[in-house]
């Protein structure tokens, strides 16, 4: 039911047709569970295995190996070869093949994340039916049922309370508000309440603290708050990354050149160079092998891959491959505050003794810190801080414990456990100091009184102290008396101003402020409410949930890298807008604060103008967040997301790279997020950042080498064969494809990846964190490495072009300088021809290997020999090349012959011809920009 938490109790019990008493009746509850179905949140139905896999195939690039596949094996059964015909088949279908299953593996496991949402649903509710309460799976329930509701229990569907006595809900990971929330069933909300003031509510999947209450169930299942992030999860689409789009953009570039330019080849070889139509159409296939850089995918993958395992060691799972290159672009993250700016640890940092402001150091629920003054010198505690901090220890329900790993942990209310670690700063262990001053009675906190008042013994001779603790208003106006250092004293207005004058100062500074006070009483008195007067005031003691210490460091470096820092909080505007000036996330350009409230008011329009000046956000739902991280995309952010909570779920997957916590995360965020940071420290993810900008620099080499080798092997064939054959006789005679579609296959998967791969690993050059993030459109291949890919085609071109007439025109004219055995049907010419070329191209690409290690830097500057795995990876196919081109038996499968020793003459000089080209071109164009 919308809007539940506006109307009264009367209407809610009538609108559902059920006693506020007695509850549903077994037969109505198993009637509307029969018409409204179990009370889960379903299953998304997953894509099949064979689908994904199939999928795989739907990419121009592979479209048009597996049509040089077909047209090879058309060839190979016309002609009634035998195996080395089916060669090129083979080995293109396997790169087919290996691509897609890469690719299914890519995207890893099925989404968790509504599994683990169903997880969270209570197995086990107490309701009422038949005016008896029973205990049954929360499956079961039904809207109108009556749930009774105990401290500790979970709750398994949104309930309207219609009766509630001091309740407290813990809602963190559903609106990202860091302390339990008090709940009462007399308010009526006004519609417009955002879903973490709805005081009356209690949502699925959260946690009573504190008290006891009944309520109604006024939705289940998928619509409740925690089914409506289900529903979105589901409806959230996954968008391609923009390396995805770049890849995707550039296969489908040469797919098109791809056939403009085999077609144009294969009309010159029938009609220009008279051929048959079965060497044209090899002709046609060689160049379809050369315009596709079949390597890349798996490289990609392979750097990827590095990438994820270099983040792991610095705390940062990624669990999506193509999210590692997205980190680096990324230039705005959306952070949650509660666990991830701050602590999610409430500590006392201040205290007011009615003369004097004392600060307590340390944070968390850890006991280290002193009690210090202003100045930082340490204060002695005397009468009226040691009955302040008894105080605070007595009245209180929150033990801090430590686990087996040394860590601290508060068990109840996080505000008490703060109180609880002050007392053990102080020298006050709380069991301890129980155990000297029995608790004798108490009367629990309400958020009537808002007051909490517990009654000791053995604090005075002959009789009990009662301590009061509560917000500061109700506690002054119930003060008569106060204590200073000479004892107790009447109430004065000098007194009462500096108190509240101290209690403004706290508040403006998003400090959580209570007031502590106590009574003497008889020995053996009774607890009583009317009790709660003429108290004595004691001071004050403020406590915050401090910000993580490295945080501020960390958005000064996001500062730094041009990516801005967002706070999208649960909390209060006032509290989240102090954290967010203390971590200076604020500046000239982004000042704006707003609440969940305000943004209700806004079109999607407005909020996307809204988006470029605002540092805060405060008071916001689920679905705030995913319109915040919308917006941002909208106008081209690349936006990441970090929290920890259910209720960040959505926004973490809607997100184009969401963080989820690691240690403080709810399984929920983690499975719907991209990257968990397994330390919880905001500073990982720049870490994560910079290394993702690396990956993307790396990712730019091996493209821009493997591209312009791919370009130059186009340009090598296409001219090539534009070159009439001539007559017997002629220098050029018998020319044909320089290049076979064997060679090219194997060019391009074993001897450019190797290089690719070496690329991949290259450390980061300085200044990469002082750069801005690129532009979301901006094209893997934008001028710059336009003219780099060109400069070094051409170079390619001329050097294999020049091998390769060279090497045909010798053969031709019956020289041994290329090849000392006898030509004949063996051995022709333009085998011979091939060789060289082939061997020109590799030995090309392993020289440029090296220079293409940096787009703006001397290879020289960097050290030439500096990349250990660029010399075994050009080490590696040299050996390669020589097996290739020597060994008998395996040379002939790669269509190459045994040239001369004396071939390497003019082999390796033309094969440094790109490699000068590049440094050349660097030169250049570094005194072009200076």
């Known amino acids: 039911m919308e809007n539940a938490y506006s109307k009264s109790v009367e209407e809610i019990t009538k609108e559902f047709g059920t006693d506020r008493i007695k509850g549903l009746s077994a037969e109505e509850a198993s009637q509307r569970l029969a018409k409204n179905g179990p009370n889960s949140l ?42 080395t015909e089916w060669i090129d088949v083979i080995v293109i279908l396997a790169i087919v093949i290996l691509n897609a299953v890469l690719g299914v593996y890519q995207e890893g496991k099925a989404d968790q994340a509504l599994a683990m949402l169903k997880k969270m649903s209570a197995p086990q509710t107490k309701v009422i039916r038949n005016g008896e309460t029973i205990l049954t799976n929360s499956e079961n329930i039904v809207v109108g049922d009556v749930i009774a509701i105990d401290a500790g229990d979970s709750i398994s569907a949104d309930l309207r309370l219609i009766t509630s006595r001091s309740l407290k809900a813990e809602e963190s990971s559903l609106t990202g508000e860091s302390v339990p929330v008090e709940k009462d069933a007399d308010v009526v909300c006004p519609e417009s309440c955002g879903i973490g003031d709805r005081k009356n509510m209690l949502f699925m999947g959260t946690v009573v603290t504190y008290g006891r209450a009944k309520g109604v169930v006024v939705a289940t299942g998928r619509d409740t708050e925690l089914g409506k992030i289900a529903n979105k ?98 230039d705005v ?69 430590r686990n087996d790993n040394g860590d601290y942990y508060c068990i109840g209310d996080p505000t008490e456990g703060s109180l609880t670690t002050l007392g053990m700063k ?34 005075v001779p002959d009789g009990w102290i009662a301590f009061t603790k509560g917000a500061p208003d109700v506690v002054f106006s119930r003060c008569t008396k106060y204590l200073d250092a000479d004892g107790e004293h009447e109430m004065t207005p000098e007194y009462l101003k500096n108190i509240k004058e101290a209690n403004h100062n706290f508040a403006v500074k998003a400090i959580r402020v209570l007031a502590f006070a106590y009574k003497k009483h008889p020995e053996g008195c009774a607890a009583d409410f009317a009790d709660e007067k003429d108290l004595v005031c004691l001071g004050l003691i403020g406590m915050i949930d401090p910000a993580r210490k490295e945080a501020k460091d960390a958005i000064a470096v996001c500062r730094e890298a041009g990516i801005r820092a967002v706070m999208i909080t649960g909390d209060f505007k006032d509290s989240a807008v102090a954290i ?100 919880d420290n905001f500073a990982t993810i720049v870490k994560a950042v910079e290394q993702g900008r690396i990956i993307y620099s790396n990712i730019r080499k091996f493209v821009s080498f493997l591209l312009s080798c791919n370009i130059g092997e186009i340009l090598v064939i296409f001219i090539l064969s534009l070159i009439p054959g001539g007559v017997e006789g002629s220098p050029f005679f018998g020319i044909a494809a320089p290049l076979t579609a064997i060679q090219l ?85 333009i085998d011979i021809a091939r060789t060289v070329a082939f061997a020109t191209l590799i030995c090309a690409e392993l020289f440029r290997a090296f220079a293409a290690r940096s787009e703006r830097i001397s290879v020289f500057k960097l050290g030439i020999f500096s990349n250990r795995m660029m010399n075994y990876s050009v080490g590696l196919s040299i050996f390669m090349l020589l097996a290739v081109i020597y060994i008998p038996g395996v040379n002939k499968i790669f269509d190459n012959v045994m040239i001369s020793p004396l071939s390497w003459c003019v082999i390796l000089p033309l094969a440094l011809v790109p490699f000068i080209l590049n440094e050349l071109f660097k030169v250049i164009k570094n005194c072009l920009h200076k």
């Open 42 to 83: 379903g299953e998304e139905k997953k894509v099949p295995l064979w689908k994904r896999f199939l999928q795989q195939f739907a990419d121009a690039m592979t479209i048009i190996l597996i049509a040089a596949a077909g047209l090879s094996a058309f060839m190979a059964v016309k002609s009634g070869g035998g195996f």
């Open 745 to 829: 296959l194997w060019l391009n998967l074993v001897t450019d990846s190797f290089p690719a791969l070496a690329l991949g690993r290259e450390k980061g050059e300085p200044g990469i964190m002082k750069l801005p993030p690129r532009a979301k459109n901006e094209p893997i291949i934008n001028k710059e490495m336009l003219m780099t890919v060109s400069v070094q085609a051409v170079g390619i071109f001329l050097s294999v072009a020049g091998a390769f007439l060279a090497a045909l025109a010798s053969a031709n004219k019956g020289s041994s300088f290329f090849y000392t055995g006898a030509l004949g049907t063996a051995v022709k010419p």
């Open 233 to 330: 999860l589901t409806s959230i689409e996954d968008e391609a990354t923009p390396l995805q789009k770049n890849l995707s953009s550039l296969g489908k570039i040469l797919a098109v050149v791809c056939i403009a330019v085999c077609i144009v080849v294969l009309l010159v070889q029938i009609f220009i160079q008279k051929q048959s139509w079965s060497d044209a159409m090899m002709t046609a296939v060689s160049l379809a092998v050369a315009a596709i850089p079949e390597g890349l995918a798996a490289v990609v993958t392979i750097v990827l891959s590095i990438g994820m395992t270099t983040m792991a060691e610095n705390n940062a799972i990624v669990k999506r491959l193509l999210a590692v290159e997205t980190l680096g672009c990324v």
């Open 426 to 459: 102080a020298g006050m262990e709380r069991g301890e100091t129980m155990l000297k001053y029995p608790r004798e009675t108490e009367l629990p906190f309400d958020s009537d009184r808002k007051l909490m008042t517990t009654y000791h013994s053995g604090i």
């Open 580 to 679: 967010s000036d203390n971590l200076e996330m604020r500046d000239e350009a982004h000042q704006d604060a707003y609440s969940g409230e305000e943004l209700n008011r806004m079109s999607d329009e407005e909020l996307r103008k809204v988006v470029e000046t605002t540092a805060v956000y405060a008071r916001v739902s689920p679905e705030h967040k995913v319109r915040i991280v919308e917006a941002l995309k909208a106008n081209n952010h690349i936006a990441s997301m970090t929290g920890d909570g259910v209720n960040d779920a959505m926004a973490l997957k809607a997100a184009d790279i969401g963080v989820a916590m690691g240690i403080t995360g709810t399984d929920v965020s983690k499975n719907s997020a991209d990257m968990i940071l397994m330390d």
């Open 333 to 401: 993250i959306c952070s949650d505050k509660t666990g991830t700016l701050t602590q999610n640890q409430m500590t006392v940092k201040v205290l007011y003794d009615g003369r004097n402001v004392i600060n307590v150091e340390g944070g968390g629920y850890e006991p280290k810190g002193a009690i210090v003054d202003s100045d930082g010198n340490p204060v002695e505690l005397d009468n009226v801080i040691t009955m302040l901090i008894r105080s605070a220890v007595l009245c209180n329900d929150a033990p801090i414990v």
